[in-house]
């Protein structure tokens, strides 16, 4: 089992930035690939970010691309993403996930991830 627990969200206004953490505790979660999801209200929860074991490849959905950055301490257990140039519409729940055993490269599909952070909400106001 892997736990993860996020923290950082908060309510900024448009144009700021926000740094997630992720703590992660438990079996291995250095040797996983891991991402961050999103959920905003009545939508489905997506992609956001991904990133291999070893923190050397990254992926990110398109609307992201040039204001986010994901990365990790594996001496740390730890996932970030640094978020800048905010926007309304990234207004969401923010997940932190681990994948199961045998993903090293980035994860873009959310079944590949067995296990979730509880969230943390962010808020960018207009």
Do not use: H
Not at 75 to 103: I, R
Not at 113 to 123: F, I, L, M
Request: glycine letters at 14%; aromatic letters at 10%.
């Amino acid at each position: 089992q892997v736990q993860l627990v996020e923290s950082g969200g908060g309510l900024v206004q448009a144009g700021g930035s926000l740094r997630l953490s992720c703590a992660a505790s438990g079996r291995t979660p250095s040797n996983r690939a891991m991402g961050w999801f999103r959920q905003a209200p009545g939508k489905e929860r997506k992609f956001v970010a991904g990133i291999s074991w070893s923190g050397g490849s990254t992926a990110y959905v398109d609307s992201v691309k040039g204001r986010f950055t994901i990365s990790r301490d594996n001496a740390k257990s730890t996932l970030f993403l640094q978020m800048n140039s905010l926007k309304p519409e990234d207004t969401a729940v923010y997940y932190c996930a681990a994948t199961g055993g045998g993903y090293v490269l980035p994860q873009t599909n959310a079944d590949t991830y067995p296990y979730w952070g509880q969230g943390t909400q962010v808020t960018i106001s207009s």
